[in-house]
């Protein structure tokens, strides 16, 4: 028998833990790099960009455009890495709560 109060209270304890996992997103940090690590960028599991540190050998006036690129390369190869660790946070903090229903997606939800 389906009993909806059960349901309601693992939806709230489901929702604690998201929230938990979501305020931990600013912990995870994740690196990308492009020039052989000439450039790098550090973002956090908020996408929010932390740091970029570049190599001063290939920083002259000539250079900027590479520069540029550089950069753009490493921050979103940065992102890419902390989707996939913000997602296993995620996971990891709802592991078990959610039952796993064929067909059914929640990964929008993190």
Do not use: C, R, W, Y
Not at 30 to 50: D, I, P, R, Y
Not at 52 to 81: G, H, R, S
Request: charged content about 30%; glycine content about 8%.
């Amino acid at each position: 028998m389906f009993d909806m109060m059960k349901m309601m209270g693992k939806m709230k304890e489901v929702q604690a833990k998201v929230k938990e996992a979501q305020a931990n997103l600013v912990n995870i940090k994740a690196e990308g790099e492009s020039g052989a690590g000439m450039v790098k960028a550090t973002v956090n599991g908020l996408k929010q960009v932390e740091s970029i540190n570049i190599d001063p050998d290939i920083i002259k006036a000539d250079d900027k455009e590479m520069i540029q690129d550089l950069t753009v390369a490493a921050i979103n190869k940065a992102i890419e890495e902390v989707d996939v660790l913000a997602k296993e946070e995620m996971k990891k903090h709802t592991d078990g709560l959610i039952p796993n229903i064929p067909g059914l997606d929640l990964g929008g939800m993190f």
